[in-house]
């Protein structure tokens, strides 16, 4: 199990509840994984941990996650709210329209989603979410929300199978980036989405999200169970997931953690 020395951060009771208390690694196998540990020993909600690398970490679906020495933000956040199963999709959707604030905030840059957890910029990915959960008694109990945003990595820095669809702030901005600012924005813009669930607003959250996913009425190719599903999209929410138009003309509906890919057709 590798671990490096970590560094802890606290800030004042005053301060918001997400990354009022931040554990930084020089390295890890996979901050979901050091995540885990921390919320089983009663970490506190909003516990942030951060890592400048990670050897093993994980995409959905068992894929890996690219991670740049120095170029990456990887992170991960212990998130304890109890919520309706009905809204536990809604903790992806808080990760996604977090990276998409930050981007606006800090590159002016419209960020799109590409259903379900992926951040587009330009036709490519520049960030992932990956969702945890622990239930008890058939209710969500703790989730594990991680992130990962390219920030400033370079064109050749990606491995080639990444290359043509995987970009960075770096490379669409047109220079480097502040991690520290970047990283500053993400969390405040997830505290505040994560009070809109706290406090019962749903609706402020799937209309956001709504706004930032431009595959409404577009032809798309669907892969799920190792099957490829075409047709175009009637609607999409991040509760109920994908309404599609199949191209038999039958109407079919996929929801979010079954879709291992959704591509809108050139």
């Not at 979410?129 to 990595?153: A, H, Q, T, Y």
């Not at 820095?157 to 970009?167: C, D, G, I, R, Y």
């Given at each position: 199990m590798y671990r490096s020395r970590c560094q802890i951060y606290t800030k004042p009771q005053n301060m918001k509840l997400i990354g009022k208390k931040i554990l930084h690694f020089k390295a890890v196998e996979s901050t979901n994984d050091i995540a885990w540990r921390e919320a089983i020993d009663d970490a506190m909600d909003g516990t942030v941990i951060m890592a400048e690398m990670q050897t093993k970490g994980r995409g959905r679906f068992g894929r890996l996650w690219f991670g740049h020495k120095d170029g990456s933000l990887l992170m991960s956040v212990i998130l304890r709210h109890p919520i309706p199963v009905r809204y536990v999709s809604l903790i992806t959707a808080i990760g996604a329209?977090?990276?998409?604030?930050?981007?606006?905030?800090?590159?002016?840059?419209?960020?799109?989603?590409?259903?379900?957890?992926?951040?587009?910029?330009?036709?490519?990915?520049?960030?992932?979410?990956?969702?945890?959960?622990?239930?008890?008694?058939?209710?969500?109990?703790?989730?594990?929300?991680?992130?990962?945003?390219?920030?400033?990595?370079?064109?050749?820095?990606?491995?080639?199978?990444?290359?043509?669809?995987?970009?960075?702030?770096l490379l669409e901005y047109g220079a480097e980036i502040s991690k520290r600012a970047f990283t500053k924005a993400l969390l405040g813009s997830m505290d505040n989405w994560y009070k809109q669930l706290k406090n019962n607003r749903p609706d402020a959250i799937i209309n956001n999200w709504k706004r930032h996913l431009d595959i409404i009425d577009k032809n798309v190719k669907i892969h799920q169970n190792g099957k490829l599903f075409n047709g175009v999209v009637i609607e999409s929410d991040p509760l109920d997931g994908i309404i599609l138009r199949l191209d038999n003309g039958h109407i079919a509906t996929f929801r979010g953690e079954h879709i291992e890919r959704c591509e809108v057709k050139e």
């Open positions: 329209l977090s990276v998409v604030d930050a981007i606006d905030e800090i590159c002016g840059l419209t960020a799109e989603i590409q259903f379900p957890n992926d951040v587009i910029l330009s036709g490519k990915k520049v960030a992932g979410v990956l969702v945890e959960s622990r239930f008890i008694s058939d209710k969500p109990d703790m989730f594990i929300l991680g992130i990962g945003v390219n920030i400033n990595i370079k064109s050749h820095q990606f491995p080639k199978e990444l290359s043509k669809v995987a970009t960075s702030l």
